[in-house]
């Protein structure tokens, strides 16, 4: 099975930072990534698929780069509305199975 | 608009059963194979089971094989989850969430999720 480490588990920041949280595959999984953002009580959201495609209606501010075995989610100026627990996925269009990172808390500095 | 609503949570001893349910509208749910995800308490996401639009492909995870089966009823646009032989560690929210598999989407719509609390 293939194991995804997301790093830090949690990261202090202030509004305007610029964010960086980064997904590690046990194994390759080309492309095959997605980012969520989850708020307290509430549903996860759709960020980013595919690695760098970003879903529609996010904020360009938010961006996903990397392939293979490691990944980055990458928040240019944060916001008030950003501060969430942030999830990696692996997925992909052969195997219905997904596993997720252990996720990152971003919280106020 | 997609919309997803889980219902059927609560509280079960430990070895008994419960059955969730997610009713899909806003989308063609017999295009879209689903999945159902869940969280334990102040804890991470964790993918259970997927089941294809046609109900022909079925996949769980290891921790509830053998215990959960997925099924879908796609004429009254609805999803399902059978739980038996329920543990403690089987304590979570369960989301449902919709994904079109074959276009290498991941998972775009998720429901508000239902509790299940397994306690003696």
């Known amino acids: 099975d293939i194991q995804m480490t997301q790093s830090p588990s949690t990261l202090s920041a202030s509004v305007g930072d610029r964010v960086t949280i980064t997904c590690r595959a046990s194994?390759?999984?080309?492309?095959?990534l997605a980012w969520y953002q989850q708020k307290p009580g509430k549903a996860p959201k759709l960020l980013i698929y595919k690695a760098s495609s970003l879903e529609s209606g996010v904020p360009s501010r938010f961006s996903g780069s990397g392939s293979g075995t490691e990944f980055t989610l990458t928040i240019s100026s944060l916001q008030p509305d950003d501060f969430a627990t942030y999830y990696c996925q692996q997925y992909n269009s052969y195997s219905p199975t997904s596993t997720f990172g252990q996720g990152t808390k971003v919280e106020i500095k | 608009e997609v919309q997803l609503v889980e219902s059927g949570g609560g509280l079960v001893q430990p070895g008994g059963s419960l059955r969730l349910s997610c009713a899909a509208s806003?989308?063609?749910?017999?295009?879209?194979?689903m999945n159902w995800v869940r969280q334990a308490p102040g804890k991470g996401l964790e993918w259970v089971s997927y089941i294809s639009s046609s109900s022909s492909t079925i996949y769980y995870a290891d921790s509830v094989k053998g215990r959960f089966t997925i099924s879908r009823d796609n004429a009254k646009n609805s999803l399902y989850l059978q739980m038996n032989s329920l543990r403690a560690e089987d304590t979570a929210v369960y989301y449902c969430?919709?994904?079109?598999?074959?276009?290498?989407?991941?998972?775009?719509?998720w429901g508000q999720g239902t509790l299940v609390t397994v306690s003696s």
């Open positions: 969430a919709r994904r079109d598999f074959w276009s290498g989407y991941p998972f775009d719509y």
């Open positions: 194994q390759s999984i080309s492309s095959w």
């Open positions: 806003g989308f063609t749910f017999s295009s879209y194979s």
